[in-house]
Structure formats: C-alpha cells, structure tokens
C-alpha cells in the first residue's frame, strides 16, 4: 500500500512540474508580447512627438506670414492717406 502513495505522488509531482514548466512558459510568451507593445509604444510615442515638432514648425512659419500680412495690410492702408506725387 506504501508503494501506491509512493508512485501516486511521484505521478502528482511529475505533473505539478509539467504544470510549472507550462506556466513559465506562457510566463515568458506574456513577457515577450509585452516587450512588443512597450516597443509599438514607444515608437507611437516618437511618431507623435514628430509630428508636434512639425505642426510648431509649421506655426511658427504661419505667424511670421501673419505679420508680414498685417505689416503689408497696415502699410497699404496708410498709403491711401498719404498724398501721391
């Protein structure tokens, strides 16, 4: 009767370590598909902050032909209040 716990709990080991070999393994495959969205974010991240570089670009461009519109704007008013040769 001791040589049935015996091989009963040999065969309930064995798959307590198939169970743990199996959990390690889905362990590592969360891991690596984790480290795959950290890098898709990552790159998103990057993306994003490309395009704020170019759209403050882009602002920054659209501000100075503002001004010099307003400039050219006020400049052609005041010329039809001043007298012409």
Known sequence: MAEIKDDLM????????????????GQREIKAEINAMRGAIVSLHQDIHNVHTTLARYELRLDRIENRLERRELSEAQARFEPHP
């Not at 040999?10 to 070999?21: I, N, P, R, T």
């Open 10 to 25: 040999f065969e309930l080991l064995k798959q307590v370590h198939a169970d743990s070999a199996d959990f390690k393994l």
